[in-house]
């Protein structure tokens, strides 16, 4: 059996590939040059290479008891749930794609830790919220992100791709998003309801909170 590879021999493979500034190239022929990258590549650089940091940094919940799931949910953020049941939150999300939404259990899990009847859970709620999605007339397709970087809580994603702009498809999606003019609130919600519609439809629960 092949040895695994450390931490520390990945990244000194990777510094060995930096100039005298510990800047990598910018590999043009890759993203930078796929029509979905949406900065010019002239004067392009990446910033030099970090040293490895001594362990990975904490995550918010790495302690349950820290986790913003044992705190009362702020009222704004009530009032965003598209849809929920005993067990499961969809959360409306103030993004700038046709629709935007955040999937999380109630109870504390992050996704490496669920229990497997959840874990079945969540891919059957995965396939129910990307259908729904994509059947909104201003999306040509639903992304799922899962990241996991900055919280502990289990919390993929699920992004609106909008239809028929060719230049947001695919991983720039986030990227072009940023600098999008921002989707007025009825427009956002009304796209959100027509998710947690489709859902206590396919799987039962309750609707989008605003329309209570």
Known sequence: MSRLETAEEFHARVAAATDAEGRLPVAIEEMP????????????????????????????????????????????????????????????????????????????????????????????LMVRVTAAVEELPSVGRCHIGRYGDGGAHAHPFFFGRPARMGQLRGSCLLDWEENLPPVPDDVRLANAGHVGRRLVERVGGQGPAWEA
């Open 33 to 124: 040059g796929w029509d979905i990258f949406p900065f010019e590549p002239d004067g392009l650089r990446i910033k030099p290479l970090e040293p490895l940091q001594d362990a990975e940094p904490p995550r918010e919940g790495e302690d349950p008891a820290d986790c913003f799931c044992r705190q009362p949910m702020p009222p704004e953020r009530a009032a965003r749930i598209a849809w929920r049941n005993q067990r499961w939150l969809l959360v409306t999300l103030d993004m700038k794609l046709p629709v935007s939404l955040i999937l999380r259990p109630v109870e504390h899990f992050d996704i490496a830790d669920l229990p497997d009847d959840m874990a079945a859970e969540m891919g059957v």
